[in-house]
């Protein structure tokens, strides 16, 4: 099974890494239910122009920690 099947029912992150390697991010998608803000989770800040959580689960544009929903649209598909 390819990449893009396994990864084709999953809402994933359309933001572009920051740094040397500035490419199209794929990261799995969450959503904070403190303020409703969806994007990827990153090591480090500012690491996806699209990041809504930290590497600690803290949400980048309120400060709520751990108000995590997702991964958004998850599918488990191995053995698919």
Same mark, same amino acid.
């Given at each position: 099974m390819?990449?893009?099947?396994?990864?084709a029912?999953r809402q994933?992150?359309?933001?572009?890494?920051?740094?040397g *390697?500035a490419?199209?991010c $794929?990261?799995?998608?969450?959503?904070?239910? @403190?303020? &409703?803000t969806?994007?990827?989770?990153?090591t480090?800040?500012?690491g996806?122009?699209? *990041?809504?959580f930290?590497? $600690?689960?803290?949400?980048?544009k309120c400060? @709520?920690? &751990?108000?995590?929903?997702?991964?958004?649209?998850?599918v488990?598909?191995?053995g698919?």
């Amino acid at each position: 099974m390819s990449y893009d099947a396994i990864k084709a029912d999953r809402q994933l992150c359309t933001g572009y890494r920051k740094g040397g *390697q500035a490419a199209k991010c $794929n990261g799995q998608l969450y959503r904070c239910t @403190a303020c &409703s803000t969806i994007g990827c989770r990153q090591t480090y800040v500012e690491g996806c122009s699209e *990041q809504a959580f930290d590497v $600690n689960w803290k949400c980048t544009k309120c400060g @709520a920690l &751990s108000q995590k929903e997702g991964p958004l649209n998850f599918v488990n598909r191995i053995g698919a």
